[in-house]
């Protein structure tokens, strides 16, 4: 954006502004704003935009407001690209935005990517399990349960009986139901003592059968491992190719065919399962499974399945064979994503290494801050890798305390409570320079308005935020325009980086506010008032508290010199005899110049009456000398009413400091009774001292004051004397 149109009517009491920043040449501009003038309201203004509000005026809600902020090419600014910065917000913080932005893309995106390959094998896996089990269960949290203390570490379970899985040979329980077992009704019936009983007098039998079986052998080879044998060697061709299998008993026995082998199994299967004894067992189970409504599912499928009653005296571990003869039917897939996992596991931590390595913008944006800004405390980032890998949302910061050679890590809300304001609004401007290293990051086109940053600052930590606004001016897609209602603040700006075209000052009349070009800023009286002494009455009027102040620090104020100029802000018993020519030589004399005025006899009194008369009807403006030779004659106007009413030469005569407050506090003792003339001067004595006690470093409260009440002042001082002229002063 190279301009900025600035058109804006009855927007939070500016009741008009037309302005353009040309940012062509220079991306900074400087206002200067006297309280009460526009500064706030134009920073609100511009807030409106940024969060796509319209404006209004908040006093006079009837009054018609517009707002027209537009580009060179008179489109409206995006809201995106304003940001308005406040004085202090508390609640302004970093963002998730400005917490990922400021990490390396590239190892957030290869770590993001790793999880997109091992997602998609995962969902191919459980989708072959679910049809595998036909479960409807949230088989995630089953498999890792079953394989370990949690719901919530699936690939820590897959990955805990690889080694098991890879070297078992079959995969028995493979077509089992799963949720008619490991139904909860079902558990629960399990668990019950009198099918504990019960089972463990069928396992009993069972296993005695087992073990005077001609070929079957307790837990190596049982009708399960047989069958599976049968059918594996039939798929493979084994008997088609004439092999055969030999049986060893009490006598040796060869297989010539599945048939065969099936035949065999079968038969012993049998024998074992038609045992009276084992009968009337597994009926007492029958009965008991009978007399639970709940578990009828479960009592069907165990009648067809009574070879896994056995396996329901331990469920957990069962459970596991289950699931293991789930992942062996499906090994290629479970293969597939458990190497993928691991894999990227390996990957992983080398990224985290990477990352905990790294060095990035949070550190530079910290970096700033503890170089930069002077607080009691140094700023860490505590979770920096969880948040350049996307773990964690939000970069949290550590605080550590320092105090001498001590050192404490401390909490931000304690740490809250220690702090200065000063010290507070550093930490809030930390804020602030994460943001704007982010937008910096993205390249986003912005407007700043910075509106009074460094208020309440000291001056170590003034200076860092002027250095970091320079920064910011010197980004190519950085704008600024920074107000303040500070005149140090402002001339400091304008020597740094600011150029004097692009200082303004802001004045506000009944019809609006208007943005000049600024003056004074750097030492008015030198680069202005000076050369134009004997030219121009106003700038010579202006000039004399600065002269009186050289003189005060080179000679003193016992100096006759002195002492003569303050005769000239103050009502004494010279005052009215103290000509041009008495000015020109103190000031010939501490300048080591030769100038003359004219009418060089003409007294100096009448000259600063006449030149504040004049002020009466001048154009709004900076009109800084204005102010100056306002105040000089409300003060001495007001001075010689009282000391005229006084009428006491020698209590006069005896002041010699804060004159205008002790004729005061004498008047109030004998004129108690002059409310209106008392209450007028006590307006002087608030409006007037700073405005003339003024040097070439401090003069910023004269600024402050507007034209407006100092000529109404000016007025009801004049008012009090009705008829009096500027040489009867």
């Known amino acids: 954006m190279k301009k900025l149109n600035v058109d804006l009517e009855n927007c939070y009491g500016i009741k008009k502004l037309q302005a353009q920043f040309d940012f062509s040449q220079h991306e900074s501009y400087a206002i200067y ?54 004085p202090y917000d508390e609640v302004f913080g970093h963002t998730e935005k400005t917490s990922t932005l400021l990490v390396d893309s590239n190892l957030r995106t290869e770590y993001e990517e790793l999880h997109i390959e091992i997602d998609k094998s995962k969902g191919i896996f459980l989708k072959a399990l679910k049809e595998q089990s036909g479960s409807k269960k949230d088989l995630e949290k089953e498999i890792s349960s079953t394989f370990t203390k949690s719901d919530d570490e699936f690939y820590r379970a897959l990955i805990r009986v690889k080694d098991e899985l890879l070297a078992q040979k079959n995969a028995p329980f493979a077509n089992i139901r799963y949720d008619t077992i490991f139904d909860e009704k079902v558990l629960s019936f399990l668990g019950t003592k009198d099918f504990k009983t019960a089972i463990e007098n069928y396992i009993k039998k069972y296993n005695e ?54 035949e065999l199994i079968a038969k012993e299967k049998e024998g074992i399962s038609n045992d009276k004894d084992l009968r009337k067992k597994f009926a007492d189970i029958e009965k008991l499974i009978t ?75 910290i970096e700033i801050f503890n170089n930069r800004f002077f607080v009691p405390f140094k700023l860490t980032a505590k979770n920096r890798v969880p948040v350049i890998l996307g773990q964690e949302p939000m970069l949290s910061l550590g605080f550590t305390f320092e105090d001498g050679g001590d050192q404490a890590p401390v909490e931000k809300a304690a740490l809250m409570q220690v702090l200065s304001t000063g010290e507070r609004k550093a930490l809030y401007v930390l804020n602030i320079i994460f943001e704007v290293e982010a937008r910096k990051k993205a390249k986003q086109e912005t407007v700043f308005v910075f509106d009074d940053i460094a208020d309440s600052f000291d001056y170590k930590n003034k200076y860092a935020i002027i250095q970091y606004l320079k920064d910011i001016a010197e980004e190519p897609y950085f704008n600024q325009i920074i107000l303040t209602h500070n005149f140090d603040f402002f001339r400091t700006i304008n020597s740094r980086f600011v150029s004097y075209p692009h200082c303004l000052m802001a004045s506000k009349s009944s019809t609006g506010v208007a943005l000049k070009q600024a003056t004074g800023i750097q030492n008015v009286f030198v680069k202005d008032w000076k050369p134009n002494f ?4 106003r700038k010579k009027i202006a000039s004399i508290p600065f002269i009186r102040n050289i003189i005060e620090y080179t000679k003193g104020d016992k100096d006759a010199d002195f002492i003569k100029l303050t005769s000239l802000l103050h ?71 009282m000391v005229k009413k006084i009428n006491d030469a020698k209590f006069v005569a005896g002041i010699d400091s804060n004159q205008t407050p002790k004729l005061l506090e004498k008047f109030k003792e004998l004129f108690r009774g002059d409310v209106g003339t008392i209450d007028t001067i006590q307006q002087v004595i608030l409006m007037t001292p700073e405005n003339i006690h003024l040097n070439s470093f401090m003069y910023e409260p004269i600024l402050d004051m507007s034209d407006e009440h100092l000529r109404k002042l000016y007025e009801r001082v004049l008012a009090l004397n009705p008829g009096a002229q500027l040489n009867q002063c």
């Open 571 to 641: 009502w004494k018993n010279d005052s009215a005899a103290i000509t041009q020519t008495d000015l020109d030589t103190i000031y010939n004399a501490v300048f080591d110049t030769t100038g003359t005025s004219t009418d060089g006899k003409r007294p100096v009194i009448d000259i600063i009456h006449q030149e504040a008369s004049k002020c009466l009807d001048a154009g709004d403006g900076i009109n800084f000398e204005n102010k100056i030779v306002l105040s000089i004659a409300i003060r001495i106007a007001a001075e010689q009413i």
């Open 33 to 86: 704003a006297p309280n009460g003038s526009m500064k706030s309201c134009l920073a609100q203004t511009f807030k409106d935009v940024a969060d796509a509000t319209a404006s209004k005026d908040r006093i006079f809600p009837a009054r018609v407001c517009s707002r027209k902020i537009t580009d060179e090419n008179g489109v409206d600014l995006p809201k995106e690209g304003v940001l308005v910065v406040r």
């Open 209 to 262: 059968l087992l073990a005077a079986s001609t070929y079957f052998k307790k837990g190596t080879f049982n009708y399960y491992n047989a069958a599976t044998i049968a059918k594996s060697l039939a798929d493979n061709g084994f008997f088609d190719a004439k092999h055969t299998v030999n049986l060893n008993a009490n006598e040796k026995l060869e297989i010539t065919s599945q048939k065969q082998l099936e």
């Open 291 to 365: 007399k639970n409504m709940n578990v009828r599912d479960f009592e069907s499928y165990l009648a067809e399945h009574e070879e896994l009653l056995p396996k329901l005296a331990n469920i957990e571990s069962f459970k596991e064979e289950i699931w293991k003869s789930y992942f062996k039917a499906q090994i290629e897939l479970y293969k597939d994503l458990s190497e993928k996992y691991q894999a990227a596991e390996k990957r992983k931590k080398e990224i985290e290494e990477e990352a905990g390595k790294q060095r990035t913008q949070w550190e530079s944006v």
């Open 534 to 537: 004997f030219k121009d009455p």
